[in-house]
């Protein structure tokens, strides 16, 4: 058997944590996906990462890896005689090492539970990175995935088959959200149950708004006169827009709170949209302006940086 480095598949350590490893999975696999990637050789590639995951995110496949040590990329060689005994299931049972690849040895090792008393090979679980709109988050929107997932055929050999599956996301879909489609998955062999499909849904960026689980951020400019005395601004929300009063006297960096005007939470209300100030000066003055600026900075008794005079700062 060769050996496969897990680790180096996904660029992450092998003391990584288990959101590190699935930070990295999520990262390749929406990199290499098949069905999106120009990337030469994406389908291998993408392949070798759903491999590796599949391993290192179960901590009990995880330390069987682990136990093994490590080796050369590709380097021949035989797990230790005691390893199936230890990591193969319930001490009876022996894996046969010749002619088996890492992907085959970790398929039975995690299926091992399921043969007993059915006698067949459950389908294997899979998880597909998909993004959504800010929009489709707030709204709720149902995808139609287009994908290629590996299963059995009758001589229990693994083949690619297309699949078409639909997935409704309710509204209020936040990034990172793991959604789970059971029996969409890998087909069992030998009346195994059909594995599961798992969605990991990210937020596409916005040109306005920024998530944050179900609040939304929206940078506000102001200008200096808005910002010094004050102002009632239309700002745009997610069902329309609404009316907000600037205070006098706001500052860069202030968030304005509008309740319940985030995304929906599902288990009732929504979060809140923070308008943050930003205070913006033309890049350009007309006569006029520069003049009434002048007149300002005459005579206005405001100083910014007062506290870098102050004793002890």
């Keep these: 058997m060769k050996y496969t480095d897990y680790y180096a598949a ?13 930070k990295a999975y999520r990262r390749l696999a929406q990199k290499y ?8 050789e994406a389908e291998t590639k993408f392949k070798e990462v759903a491999e590796a995951y599949q391993t290192l995110k179960d901590p009990e496949k ?18 230790p005689p005691d390893w199936s005994r230890q990591h193969g299931g319930n001490g009876s049972e022996q894996f046969a090492f010749d002619d088996v690849d890492f992907a085959d040895l970790f398929s039975r090792f995690g299926a091992r539970g399921a043969q007993g008393a059915r006698g067949g090979m459950p389908g294997q ?3 597909v990175p998909v993004e959504i709109s800010i929009e489709d988050a707030f709204h709720g929107t149902t995808l139609s995935l287009s994908l290629s997932l590996p299963e059995y055929d009758a001589n229990g050999q693994l083949r690619r088959v297309p699949h078409t599956v ?18 969409k998955g890998g087909k069992g062999f030998q ?8 969605l990991d849904i990210s937020l596409k960026p916005h040109r306005l708004y920024r998530a944050t689980g179900h609040d939304l951020y929206l940078d506000l400019p102001l200008s200096p006169s808005e910002a010094a ?10 069902a329309g827009a609404v009316s907000l009063k600037v205070p006098a006297g706001t500052s860069s960096g202030r968030k304005l709170r509008l309740s319940g005007r985030g995304l929906p939470n599902p288990r009732g209300g929504a979060g809140d949209l923070f308008a943050v100030a930003q205070i913006v000066v033309p890049n350009a003055l007309s006569d006029q302006e520069r003049e009434s600026y002048q007149r300002l900075a005459e005579n206005s008794s405001f100083e910014p940086r007062r506290h870098f005079r102050e004793e002890g700062a």
């Design 10 to 22: 996904l660029g992450v350590e092998r003391g990584a944590s288990a959101d590190e490893i699935k």
């Design 33 to 40: 996906h098949p069905d999106v990637s120009k990337e030469p």
């Design 62 to 79: 995880r330390a069987a890896y682990d136990a093994l040590g490590s080796r050369p990329q590709g380097e021949e060689f035989r797990p």
């Design 125 to 127: 679980d899979f998880e």
């Design 166 to 183: 639909k997935a409704r996301v309710a509204a209020g879909a936040i990034d990172g959200q793991r959604l789970r489609l059971p029996g």
């Design 191 to 198: 009346g195994g149950r059909d594995g599961d499909l798992y």
């Design 229 to 238: 005395l004050g102002a009632s601004l239309e700002i745009p929300t997610l």
